[in-house]
T-cell receptor, first 117, second 113 residues
Framework: GDSVTQMEGPVTLSEEAFLTINCTYT??????LFWYVQYPGEGLQLLLK?????DKGSNKGFEATYRKETTSFHLEKGSVQVSDSAVYFC????????????????FGKGTKLSVKP | DGGITQSPKYLFRKEGQNVTLSCEQN?????MYWYRQDPGQGLRLIYY???????QKGDIAEGYSVSREKKESFPLTVTSAQKNPTAFYLC????????????FGPGTRLTVL
């Protein structure tokens, strides 16, 4: 079945460092891809998305490009801030059947990012 | 403001007791979801509902039950049959089941004593 694999954390960086969080997926069909962010003690918020190959999603300085040839959707940011400390989830949707219904999200296990001042 | 509310934020339960977690949305979304989050395991789908009076099991429905009597509300009951209920529970909604952008509530942390 469809699945998402993220790099394991935790990831600890200094402020202004470059961030990459790897995400690869397995899916039938043509899924949409997402990055969600979860700040401590809160629910998830959609960070960015891409719905077709070569699309680049971007938001708040974060970017991710939908690479069909490598089945990847790596999250990047050029200069992280302390306020970026959170757990980041890669997710896919719509690649094929999941639970009998397309449109449900399949999440990776999450990567915890800690940014030190 | 439109959004999703979950209550309570923290919940404690004795073993053998059923407990109900509330989820309300005023986004006029048709689809609603319940996820369970455990450390290092990401989110796992418990139940989802496409429309009022309809719901389907997700990956880990055993020991849980839901109802969808109103469009705005999708309560989750954690029954005594759930062997390991201590977790963080997240409710979400989307415009429709075919619309994958989901909006999440703040979550309820359930602890079984």
């Amino acid at each position: 079945g469809d699945s998402v694999t993220q790099m394991e954390g935790p990831v600890t960086l200094s402020e202004e460092a470059f961030l990459t969080i790897n995400c690869t997926y397995t899916a039938t069909g043509y899924p949409s891809l997402f990055w969600y962010v979860q700040y401590p003690g809160e629910g998830l918020q959609l960070l960015l998305k891409a719905t077709k190959a070569d699309d680049k999603g971007s938001n708040k300085g974060f970017e991710a490009t939908y690479r069909k040839e490598t089945t990847s959707f790596h999250l990047e940011k050029g200069s992280v801030q302390v306020s970026d400390s959170a757990v980041y989830f890669c997710a896919l949707s719509g690649g094929g059947n999941y639970g009998g219904s397309q449109g449900n999200l399949i999440f990776g296990k999450g990567t915890k990012l800690s940014v030190k001042p | 403001d439109g959004g999703i509310t979950q209550s309570p934020k923290y919940l404690f339960r004795k073993e053998g007791q059923n407990v109900t977690l509330s989820c309300e949305q005023n986004l006029n979304h048709d689809a609603m979801y319940w996820y369970r989050q455990d450390p290092g395991q990401g989110l796992r789908l418990i139940y989802y509902s496409q429309i009022v009076n309809d719901f389907q099991k997700g990956d880990i429905a055993e020991g849980y039950s839901v109802s969808r009597e109103k469009k705005e509300s999708f309560p989750l009951t954690v029954t005594s049959a759930q062997k390991n209920p201590t977790a963080f529970y997240l409710c979400a909604s989307s415009i429709g089941l075919g619309q994958p952008k989901q909006f999440f509530g703040p979550g309820t942390r359930l602890t079984v004593l």
